[in-house]
């Protein structure tokens, strides 16, 4: 599933893009994807201009003339193409069986723009999902307004992360993929994060927080998280399974792993002779060297 980075890849692509564009028309070729589409989605986006496109954890909020927000998730493997006027790309994807994009049967919403381009979203196992609301009420939203902050945001420090996770009994990667401690970090980053801070991914969350300030330990893990996410954007994120952005490259932030998918292989860090470990949490893969992160 696409993590912050590669949602704030496609993010900067669509909006390179569709700035100050007008929707003149929107095909919508089922009924939904893994909700239905709201009602009338279609003629409520078209002769919308877009005014910005923000992100919010692993949600797009791509802004409208008229106080209208559309909300759209990738889910496990959506993705937008852009196609200028008259280009007929054929898809990367094996799926596509060479159709272009915009012709296959996992091409569900095919916008077009007033400059004669395209945007066409694709997802073959159809787990993103779509939405309007007013834009006023964003932060009422069901899948929103339960969500924790942003990592990358300033006022994410060592202290709010303390405060969050004292009186946490669980284990500090899972408390990093909770939605309601810190939003967007996922799997591969939160590995790649512990091994940056030197930190057992098995340590309880209550013991790194500190009774009064924050502890050391959790200045490196806030510091880790934010520059292993900055990296992995400047990388365009990481191309596991169906992930692209929507000009088609691929995420290169998977050459740049430290622990992530790499069990069995000597540790990468300097004067360390451990090997990485794979383990199981929350029914996902935790890649951690067992010597060095304690």
Known sequence: MPELPEVE???????????????????????GLRFPFPEGMGPRLEGRKITSIERRAKYLLIRLSGGLTWLTHLG????????SAGE????????????????????????????????????????????????????????LRHLGPEPLAEEWTAAVLAAT????????????????????????????????????????????????????????????????LAEAIESGGSTLNDFQAVDGELGYFTHFFQVYDRAGQECK???????????????????YCPRCQR
Do not use: W
């Open 9 to 31: 890849t496609v993010r900067r692509g669509l909006m390179e893009h569709f700035d100050g564009r007008t929707l003149v028309k929107v095909e919508l070729r089922r009924d």
């Open 76 to 83: 496990m493997s959506g993705h937008f193409s852009l196609l």
């Open 88 to 143: 007929e790309r054929a898809s990367l994807h094996a799926y596509s069986l060479g159709l272009p994009v915009g012709k296959g049967r996992h091409d569900h919403v095919v916008v077009h723009l007033d400059d004669g381009s395209r945007v066409v979203y694709t997802d073959p196992r159809r787990f993103g999902m779509m939405d309007l609301l007013d834009t006023s009420a964003e932060q009422e939203h069901r899948l």
């Open 165 to 228: 996770l004292r009186g946490k009994r669980v284990k500090i990667k899972t408390a990093l993929l909770d939605q309601k401690v810190v939003v967007g970090i996922g799997n591969i980053y939160a590995c790649e994060a512990l091994f940056r801070a030197r930190i057992s991914p098995l340590c309880i969350s209550s013991t790194l927080a500190g009774k009064r300030r924050p502890t050391k330990r959790v200045e490196l893990l806030v510091t880790a998280v934010k520059e292993i």
């Open 269 to 287: 860090r300097d004067s360390c002779t451990g090997k990485i470990t794979r383990i199981v949490q929350g029914g996902r893969s935790t890649f």
